[in-house]
């Protein structure tokens, strides 16, 4: 038999076993959790509404510098957590170096763009005009509402 007849029998073979494997393998089924569905704020497909927001460099980026820049940079934090805390902010975090002048995001559990809006100018940057925001709606999974808590449990270090 030629090497290539006896590797055309070795996948063939190899596929059907892979078939009726997958074919006798189920999914498990996860148990729908009413309860938690309803805390955090889930439709029937386990999805919800947001604003995502995406922080820009701002006109003024470059006006604050030492002392003036480490404030409005720990009043940034300090906002952050206080948004998270009050259940107004599902998710934050900053951008690796890009050419698109990307600096963070944010994602706030309300669903308009004028409540988000309100939120992001709670933040000294953006007051500062160091980080200018971009809002748009965004529909994704409610289980985002759980990250903060996990992460909570996960974090050796504060900012």
Same mark, same amino acid.
């Given at each position: 038999?030629?090497i290539?007849?006896?590797?055309?029998?070795?996948?063939?073979?190899?596929?059907?076993?892979?078939?009726?494997?997958s074919q006798?393998?189920?999914? +498990?089924?996860? +148990?729908?959790? =009413? +309860?938690? =569905?309803?805390?955090?704020?889930?439709?029937?497909?386990?999805?919800?509404?947001?604003?995502?927001?995406?922080l820009?460099?701002?006109?003024?980026?470059?006006?604050?510098?030492?002392?003036?820049?480490?404030?409005?940079?720990?009043?940034? &934090?300090?906002?952050i957590?206080?948004?998270?805390e009050i259940?107004?902010?599902?998710?934050?975090?900053?951008?690796? +170096?890009?050419?698109?002048?990307?600096?963070?995001?944010?994602? &706030?559990?309300?669903?308009?763009?004028?409540?988000?809006?309100?939120?992001?100018?709670?933040?000294?940057?953006?007051? =500062?005009?160091?980080?200018?925001?971009?809002?748009?709606?965004?529909?994704?999974?409610?289980?985002?509402?759980?990250?903060?808590a996990v992460?909570?449990?996960?974090?050796?270090?504060?900012?």
């Amino acid at each position: 038999m030629s090497i290539w007849k006896a590797f055309s029998v070795t996948l063939v073979l190899l596929l059907g076993v892979c078939v009726a494997i997958s074919q006798t393998t189920k999914p +498990k089924k996860v +148990k729908f959790d =009413a +309860k938690l =569905a309803q805390s955090l704020g889930a439709d029937d497909y386990g999805m919800r509404n947001y604003i995502f927001c995406i922080l820009k460099t701002g006109p003024n980026d470059g006006n604050y510098k030492g002392k003036e820049r480490d404030n409005l940079f720990a009043g940034h &934090f300090a906002n952050i957590q206080r948004l998270a805390e009050i259940g107004k902010l599902a998710l934050a975090g900053p951008f690796g +170096k890009n050419d698109r002048n990307y600096r963070g995001l944010f994602i &706030f559990s309300v669903s308009t763009i004028e409540e988000a809006e309100q939120l992001v100018q709670t933040d000294p940057t953006v007051k =500062a005009g160091v980080l200018v925001p971009e809002l748009t709606p965004w529909y994704g999974t409610a289980a985002v509402m759980r990250v903060g808590a996990v992460h909570k449990k996960i974090q050796k270090k504060q900012f």
